[in-house]
């Protein structure tokens, strides 16, 4: 089967606890969320089959050169068929990267073997005008055995309710939680004392947060 892909792009990892290292991103056309703040193109792109993009990455980048392929999007879980498939033939040569919204809970378990590290969104009710903390508590008890942190983008709307509800989800699964300041136009959408608040305010509930701004945008790659 074939499915729609974006772009595919070398670059530097801008988030989380793996910021900085060399990666290939692999964006995935398609999400089943709608973000307020979503600044990332999904819709257009060009259509492979597992084997035609196992074939034009193999071609046109060297594997050992990257820390690992980003699997990117929109939201690549939905292409769930066709990763069942693509996985198998780069896992020897890679290690795979998975940044998810986190709440396609069943599609992840379909794959959970030939992933390495999850990046996994909290997605607070603020931003996208839906409650899926149920979701991404499931999601990320299913990634028992993989790397994983979580990643909450929040701005000044952040509720006391959700702080308290995302560091739950932390104490119930042990995962890190990585604060993450909603930025417009490159810019950080919020001030540097309102980002130290709100930090305070989850690490004295949960300890194990930290604050990363997204560093691709300072350097100003993708
Ligand atoms: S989940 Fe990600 S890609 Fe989908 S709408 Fe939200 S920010 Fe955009």
Known sequence: MKTKINEIFSSIQGEGPVIGYKQLFI???????????????????QEFTPQELYTKI????????????SLTGGEPLLSIEFLKEFLPLIKEQTKIY????????????????????????IKLETATGLNTFDKHEQFLKNCNGIETFAKIV??????????????????NTGIELVLQPKMIDNKMSITSEFCNEILDKFTNLYPNCRLIPQVHKFLNVR
Do not use: P, Q, W
Not at 58 to 69: A, G, R, V, W
Not at 104 to 116: G, Q, V
């Open 27 to 45: 964006r995935f056309c398609g999400c089943n969320l709608n973000c307020a703040y979503c600044d990332t193109e999904f819709t257009t792109g």
């Open 58 to 69: 193999s071609d046109e980048y060297d594997l050992n050169t990257f820390h690992s392929i």
């Open 98 to 121: 998975l940044e998810t919204n986190a709440t396609l809970n069943e599609n992840l378990l379909k794959i959970k073997d030939y992933i390495d590290i999850v990046s996994a969104d």
């Open 154 to 171: 929040f701005d000044e709307n952040i509720t006391d309710t959700e702080i308290s509800r995302c560091c739950e989800i932390g104490k």
